[in-house]
């Protein structure tokens, strides 16, 4: 499929500030505030959805995506209302293809090809179907016994050919099995000339013509072709055609209204149609061997359906869930990983509308592009969110960077900044019992929340939170943060126990490497994840605390350690 390259000068203030360095402490990894509250209700986000259209205006001038020939939506979507939270279109003033647009102008119900998008609806039916991510460690041949017909070779791969026993379905859904892409001069059936090879004849290509890009797990490389095996792994799972099981994996339980494989049927489709088959278009180039990789027909509605389905674990479980959305592989750049098959950016977020300071957040996406249509389709775990891009017209291939980058800039940030507003407002303050007391702060160019100060019937406490991997030493002046660690309980009352962590730290961080404006090359002191949540043969589990959350607002922290349940006593300060 048409993954046209276009480099993209930093757009917006935010991505132009060259002085942004990482939070003075260094956060664990994950949401540092809680998401659940409601995003529209916030100034942060307010802001951004006033902003947006200005973003939109200045990609228009600044001549990055043409107006006249490009039409293209977005959607954002929200775990919390389950929701759309905020859309925007625009439809192309001067079509150049001859598209014909919906009746009532494009909306959350229409129609487009989502080109490579389509991959991660292969992977989700295939973990779906199979109950796991068990599958992943499966050989390919488990499944497709014809790609075994030849003995495994002693190499995994050799110039000339691949030893399928070695493939994994794991290695081919990360795009390290070596497959490449499914153009290949001797392999015909994903010509528009011949379009309709028989499973048999397309694995006996694969067999006997295509020729490996890489050994197994070399490393990521994008790789279409393995799709097309994976759609018939799907097909032998369910023991129907590409369509009907995504269908019946996804669709039916999901209620997925209109995605599929297969040209929409009807006269007055909702959606944008650009007439003249490849290479102008691929709409109606329905070629099912290559569907698995990049044929799905989709909207705004079933993708948000689609991501919420993901993020609130509604086919697989919350901890295969998590282990999906994990990298599970690296490119050559440090702030994109690669997993099955999500595109993962790795966001230097600022902290704060305006902060210098930044702190990194995964950002799960799938990317998708075809003649005349691109998409792009977004998960952020730590914010509770997700969007969907989709674009129509001449200049596709580009514009969905540019495009993505706006949305994920504006909206990304944006649920940062909401849920640092959030926290100030419903988590920070004094909590206390008698003389003991424990005060929480949200501060500008901080993340997580503050522990400015904590007493046990009368003495300081929290010179205590050490981290014995660490050596900090006792009772020196640390400051101490405190980050959700996921872990919760629902009680009787409705309200919900949280577990987060104490992370005390010297700042500044030194020494933290060149890339992060320190020296050299290693990283020795962002190093949290290595030294929290130790048993201290002297304090114990000191540094877990249960947050006690009623109707989004912190009512209660509970000490284990020191057995007080310390309740609020006032909003507290913030510099938020
Ligand atoms: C959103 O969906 C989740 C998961 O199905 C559900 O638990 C929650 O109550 C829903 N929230 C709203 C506001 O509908
Ligand atoms: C648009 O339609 C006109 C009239 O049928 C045709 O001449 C032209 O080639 C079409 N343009 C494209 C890009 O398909
Ligand atoms: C490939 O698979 C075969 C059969 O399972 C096995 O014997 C062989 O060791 C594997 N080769 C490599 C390089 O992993
Ligand atoms: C595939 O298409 C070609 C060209 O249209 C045709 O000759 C051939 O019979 C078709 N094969 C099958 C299996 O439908
Ligand atoms: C917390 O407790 C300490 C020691 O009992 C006391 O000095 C301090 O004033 C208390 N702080 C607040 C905000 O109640
Ligand atoms: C914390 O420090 C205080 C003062 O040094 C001490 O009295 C207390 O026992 C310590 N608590 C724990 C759990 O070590």
């Given at each position: ?144 016994p ?5 003995p ?93 099981a ?44 290559t ?27 919350p ?21 099955a ?26 990317g998708?592009g ?19 891009v ?8 580009g ?43 949200v ?55 949280r ?7 010297i700042?500044p ?13 290693f990283d ?40 007080k ?12």
């Amino acid at each position: 499929m048409l993954w046209s390259l276009v480099s993209i000068l930093p757009l917006l203030s935010l991505a132009a500030a060259k002085d942004i360095q990482p939070t003075e402490e260094c956060p664990l990894l994950g949401p540092t505030y809680s998401s659940d509250f409601d995003l529209t209700e916030t100034n942060a986000f307010s802001e951004a959805k006033k902003d947006f259209p200005g973003v939109v205006k200045k990609i228009f001038e600044d001549e990055i995506v043409d107006p006249k020939v490009s039409s293209f939506t977005i959607d954002v979507f929200s775990t919390f209302t389950n929701k759309s939270i905020y859309s925007y279109s625009h439809q192309a003033t001067e079509p150049s293809l001859n598209e014909s647009f919906p009746e009532g102008g494009i909306g959350d119900k229409t129609i487009i090809r989502v080109g490579s998008v389509s991959k991660l609806f292969t992977v989700y039916a295939i973990l779906a179907q199979a109950g796991g991510l068990e599958v992943f460690d499966h050989s390919v041949t488990k499944y497709l016994p014809e790609l075994a017909q030849y003995p495994p070779k002693e190499k995994d791969n050799t110039l000339e050919s691949f030893a399928w026993e070695n493939i994994t379905i794991g290695a081919l859904a990360t795009h390290q099995a070596g497959t490449g892409q499914f153009a290949n001069p001797s392999i015909a059936c994903f010509t528009p000339e011949k379009d309709n090879c028989s499973t048999s004849e397309f694995l006996r290509e694969m067999l006997e013509e295509k020729v490996p890009s890489q050994p197994v797990f070399q490393s990521p490389l994008y790789s279409d072709g393995g799709f097309g095996v994976l759609g018939r792994v799907l097909e032998k799972m369910t023991g129907k055609n590409y369509n009907d099981a995504i269908q019946i994996v996804l669709s039916k339980p999901l209620g997925l209204k209109d995605t599929g494989s297969i040209i929409p049927k009807g006269d007055d489709v909702d959606a944008i149609i650009i007439p003249g088959g490849p290479p102008t278009s691929a709409w109606g180039f329905d070629n099912q061997l290559t569907a698995p990789s990049g044929g799905i027909y989709s909207n705004h509605a079933d993708l948000r359906t689609l991501g919420l389905s993901i993020l609130q674990s509604k086919l697989l479980t919350p901890s295969e869930t998590r282990a999906w959305m994990k990298p599970r592989g690296h490119t050559s750049s440090l702030v994109t990983t690669i997993g099955a098959p999500w595109e993962i950016n790795r966001l230097t977020l600022p902290v704060a509308p305006g902060s210098k300071h930044y702190r990194v957040s995964d950002l799960y996406t799938k990317g998708g592009g075809q003649p005349g249509y691109t998409a792009i389709f977004a998960l952020s775990p730590d914010h509770g969110i997700g969007f969907s891009v989709l674009v129509a017209g001449p200049t596709a291939g580009g514009d969905r960077w540019p495009i993505r980058a706006a949305v994920g800039e504006t909206f990304v940030a944006a649920a940062e900044h909401a849920a640092k507003e959030n926290a100030a407002k419903k988590f920070s303050g004094v909590f206390g019992d008698g003389k003991s007391n424990m005060t929480l702060t949200v501060e500008k160019d901080h993340v997580g929340l503050g522990m400015e100060n904590w007493y046990v019937d009368g003495v300081e406490w929290r010179a205590n939170i050490t981290q014995p991997a660490l050596s900090l030493p006792k009772g020196k002046d640390l400051i101490v943060r405190l980050y959700p660690t996921g872990l919760e309980t629902t009680e009787d009352d409705g309200s919900t126990i949280r577990q987060y962590r104490a992370v005390p730290e010297i700042t500044p961080l030194n020494p933290r490497p060149a890339i992060e404006g320190g020296k050299g090359l290693f990283d020795d002191r962002c190093i949290t994840w290595f030294s929290t949540a130790f048993y201290d043969l002297e304090t114990g589990i000191i540094d877990e605390f249960h947050l006690k959350v009623r109707n989004g607002e912190l009512v209660a922290v509970i000490s284990k350690a020191a057995e007080k349940v310390m309740k609020r006593k006032n909003g507290g300060k913030t510099g938020a």
